[in-house]
């Protein structure tokens, strides 16, 4: 089958318009890197070291602990949920897992000066809930749309594209 009768790729755009496009993101990119290491140098050895370590320190964490917590919590869950759901259910975990992560610092009001009410100064465990259901949401949705299309196949032999 030649490339042309291929009905299963996803064409490039490479006009006018997308090559502009990509020319603004680098320069606006290159921009913003500028600017924060300009800012970062002119902060001081000190704090540049400290950058260093949070960001090796962030590293460490991710992959001696995050990565493996996750690949073993989801070969678990993945024994336990159906078939259908078990796509869904990884993405909404690992979606909520990083979100997680990145709020622990609100979440555990850690910085919260008692002089300075506009430090921390919302509920951050609320959203965190709001967040929370918003995934479990979107997980069930997608696990019924899975699961529909499963049955669909079954009785029919047709099946609607994947999400």
């Known amino acids: 089958m030649s490339d042309h009768a291929r009905t299963d790729t996803v064409p490039t755009s490479t006009g006018r318009g997308m090559t502009a496009a990509r020319i603004v993101l680098?320069?606006?990119?290159?921009?913003?890197a500028g600017v924060g290491l300009w800012t970062m140098v002119q902060s001081g050895f000190?704090?540049?070291?400290?950058?260093?370590?949070?960001?090796?320190?962030?590293?460490?964490?991710?992959?001696?602990?995050l990565v493996p917590v996750t690949i073993v919590l989801m070969l678990v869950v993945s024994r336990l949920l159906p078939s259908w759901l078990r796509a869904p259910a990884t993405v909404g975990l690992v979606v909520l897992g990083t979100v997680t992560v990145s709020a622990i610092p609100v979440l555990g009001r850690f910085g919260a000066i008692p002089d300075n009410p506009t430090l921390l100064d919302r509920n951050y465990l609320a959203?965190?809930?709001v967040l929370a259901a918003?995934?479990?949401?979107?997980?069930?949705?997608?696990?019924?749309?899975?699961?529909?299309?499963?049955?669909e196949t079954r009785q029919v032999g047709s099946r609607r594209p994947p999400i």
């Open 127 to 129: 959203g965190w809930l």
């Open 26 to 32: 680098l320069a606006a990119g290159s921009i913003v």
């Open 46 to 65: 000190s704090n540049i070291i400290a950058a260093l370590k949070w960001l090796v320190g962030g590293v460490i964490v991710h992959d001696a602990i």
């Open 134 to 151: 918003l995934v479990a949401v979107a997980v069930a949705v997608a696990g019924w749309r899975r699961r529909s299309d499963v049955h």
